[in-house]
């Protein structure tokens, strides 16, 4: 796979999200920009050039860089652990691309708290189709996610048929009341003041949205027993132990991460996955 389209496929939300698709072997990608929303086709290989539509068409075209990874210099990083070199061999160094909506990553960290990855881009997508709008261009069942104003104007028990519980559909609230100062907030690394924002969230943004190449993502449920187990061959582990494996890397953290995942290189299952259940709307 050329590496442009590893790194755009890096910047979906999984599978099923409505705001991206791949087709007529290009990336789409709709969001909303300073200048409104827009939509924007990325040719998967280095040949031809992107095109957008909308509002915000000329503010997608400017972050072309930034999306194929093309600032992201990954040629200091050295794979020191011979599991890191093989799935680096295998699989390349990964770069990182950055959307830079930070609005768009913040929703999407928050509704993935305390839920399963699948269970959070079920809401993501159900909230999308619900509240957004067809994308700008050519009609390819691409949507724009509902801007901060939009969902600041929501009671919370709108989102409970999407999944989403009094929790999490007050925090999503609370960031889209404060949309336009989270640039801001992120900038001066203070997104964590916001209530229902912590450094699990903000690391997610800074990875989706920023491309920050050494964001961890503290808090997680699995990194830190992905990062015990294929650093150190430990079972379990916590934040502590995860953050210490991780020093040697310092700079390239989040691409480190980004290897084990996408390497698949965990600890064998000790029980069968678990069906997942509705989320309880509260």
């Known amino acids: 796979m050329p590496t442009r389209a590893r790194v755009l ?11 991206t698709a791949v087709a007529d072997g290009r990336w789409w990608w709709s969001t909303h920009t300073a200048g409104g929303p827009a939509t924007i086709a990325i ?30 210099d990954p040629s200091t990083f050295k794979p020191l652990h011979p599991a890191l070199a093989a799935a680096a061999r295998r699989r390349g160094v990964p770069r990182l691309g950055a959307t830079g909506s930070v609005f768009n990553a913040l929703v999407q960290a928050v509704l993935g708290q305390r839920v399963t990855t699948v269970e ?15 994308a700008p261009g050519p009609d390819i069942g691409l949507m724009t996610a509902p801007s901060g104003a939009r ?7 709108t989102l409970h048929p999407h ?15 404060v949309e336009s100062r989270l640039d801001t907030l992120t900038a001066n690394d203070r997104l964590g003041v916001l209530p229902g924002v912590g450094p699990w969230s903000v690391a ?29 061959g430990e079972r379990g582990g916590d934040d502590a132990r995860m953050l210490e494996l991780l020093e040697p890397y310092a700079g390239h953290r989040a691409r480190v991460i980004r290897l084990l995942v996408e390497g698949s290189l965990g600890p064998p299952r000790r029980a069968p996955y678990r069906r997942l259940e509705p989320n309880a709307r509260r």
């Open 163 to 177: 999944g989403v519980e009094r929790g999490r559909a007050s925090t999503i609230s609370r960031v889209a009341r």
């Open 151 to 157: 969902l600041a104007a929501l009671p919370y028990y």
């Open 43 to 72: 040719p998967l290989t280095d040949d031809g050039s992107p095109s957008a539509w909308g509002p915000g068409a000329d503010h997608l075209l400017a972050r072309v860089d930034a999306l194929t990874g093309s600032g992201d």
């Open 120 to 134: 959070a881009l079920r809401s993501w997508a159900s909230i999308t189709r619900a509240f957004g709008t067809r």
């Open 9 to 19: 496929g890096r910047l979906r939300f999984g599978p099923g999200d409505p705001t």
């Open 204 to 232: 997610h943004v800074r990875v989706k949205a920023l491309g920050d190449v050494d964001a961890v993502a503290v808090g997680d449920l699995h990194l830190p027993a992905l990062v015990a187990w294929v650093l150190a």
